[in-house]
Nanobody, 113 residues
Framework: QVQLVESGGGLVQAGESLRLSCAAS????????MGWYRQAPGKQRELVAS???????NYVDSVKGRFTISRDNAKNTVYLQMNSLQPEDTAVYYC???????WGRGTQVTVSS
């Protein structure tokens, strides 16, 4: 059974930081690319950051230089370090494994101005 459990969200002020975690089970984690997505109210879900099995990373332009994705294969966990958060980063954040059509419940990030 595939499970993706996101955590670490919260309410912060603009300029502050959060670190999201996503614990995966039931998948071949170490050989899968992983991605962090977000969905703001009234908007489509978008890919924010991804990391391959060899830890090559990619980011959407709006978060480059502020967000860092990383992974710990020993813990089957992918992280998203978010710095200099802005109100436009407010969304529910989800993780997903590239080869599996499953989503977790997400974690809410709210950034106040």
């Amino acid at each position: 059974q595939v499970q993706l459990v996101e955590s670490g969200g919260g309410l912060v002020q603009a300029g502050e930081s959060l670190r999201l975690s996503c614990a995966a089970s039931g998948i071949a984690f170490s050989i899968n690319s992983m991605g962090w997505y977000r969905q703001a109210p009234g908007k489509q879900r978008e890919l924010v950051a991804s990391i391959t099995s060899s830890s090559t990373t990619n980011y959407v332009d709006s978060v480059k230089g502020r967000f860092t994705i990383s992974r710990d294969n020993a813990k089957n966990t992918v992280y998203l370090q978010m710095n200099s958060l802005q109100p436009e980063d407010t969304a529910v954040y989800y993780c997903k494994a590239a080869r599996y059509p499953y989503w977790g419940r997400g974690t809410q990030v709210t950034v106040s101005s």
